[in-house]
T-cell receptor
Framework: DAGVIQSPRHEVTEMGQEVTLRCKPI?????LFWYRQTMMRGLELLIY????????DSGMPEDRFSAKMPNASFSTLKIQPSEPRDSAVYFC?????????????FGNGTRLTVT | AQKVTQAQTEISVVEKEDVTLDCVYE???????LFWYKQPPSGELVFLIRRNSFDEQNEISGRYSWNFQKSTSSFNFTITASQVVDSAVYFCALKEEYGNKLVFGAGTILRVKS
């Protein structure tokens, strides 16, 4: 079975530009998560969805960040406008029935560089 | 508040040595879940194990073993006869009873030299 698929793998953009990261979860998984990894802050949860509905977005750093899940097989994380401090690796992950019942499976990540 | 501490920032061993990665957690919940993930140089995060707080049995999977001790709030990970391919960053993580927030430790960099 295909794992979590993220695109693009690398993104380089200039400050002020809009950035959209994409994710396709594992088919049948009810939960989708967006994580960010930086040297300073490690791995931190940004937002997660259950059955396409955002459940906890308390980790979203600012209004510049937004996430959507229009259907069970697709989610986006958008940053508008982007800033150099947004440079990080962004991971999408999915879980079959939530972490109390099943593990988190991660995609390969998108490395974002904002210059 | 939940917290995971991986005090070892970096460990270097020679191939075939055994190595233990420490993980100490903090939670007020009686029901919680612990995880280990591996992040090799290629960057992906690979799931290794998930354990709930009611199951204190140690687990062995090939060269990997995990020692869960509630009395010391620890969930340590041992690699027996380490190999160069084990070189990676290893993360311990905790989920409390409610919600689906997985809190990660800072990670331990393991370098296995041939």
């Amino acid at each position: 079975d295909a794992g979590v698929i993220q695109s693009p793998r690398h993104e380089v953009t200039e400050m002020g530009q809009e950035v959209t990261l994409r994710c396709k979860p594992i088919s049948g998984h009810d939960y989708l998560f967006w994580y960010r990894q930086t040297m300073m802050r490690g791995l931190e949860l940004l937002i997660y969805f259950n059955n396409n509905v955002p459940i906890d977005d308390s980790g979203m750093p600012e209004d510049r960040f937004s996430a959507k899940m229009p259907n069970a097989s697709f989610s986006t994380l958008k940053i508008q406008p982007s800033e150099p401090r947004d440079s990080a690796v962004y991971f999408c992950a999915s879980s079959l029935r939530g972490l109390g019942n099943s593990p988190l499976h991660f995609g390969n990540g998108t490395r974002l560089t904002v210059t | 508040a939940q917290k995971v501490t991986q005090a070892q920032t970096e460990i270097s061993v020679v191939e075939k040595e055994d190595v233990t990665l420490d993980c100490v957690y903090e939670t007020r919940d009686t029901t919680y879940y612990l995880f280990w993930y591996k992040q090799p140089p290629s960057g992906e995060l690979v799931f290794l194990i998930r354990r709930n707080s009611f199951d204190e049995q140690n687990e062995i999977s090939g060269r990997y073993s995990w020692n869960f001790q509630k009395s010391t709030s620890s969930f340590n990970f041992t690699i027996t006869a380490s190999q160069v391919v084990d070189s990676a960053v290893y993360f311990c993580a905790l989920k409390e009873e409610y919600g689906n927030k997985l809190v990660f430790g800072a990670g331990t960099i393991l370098r296995v030299k041939s």
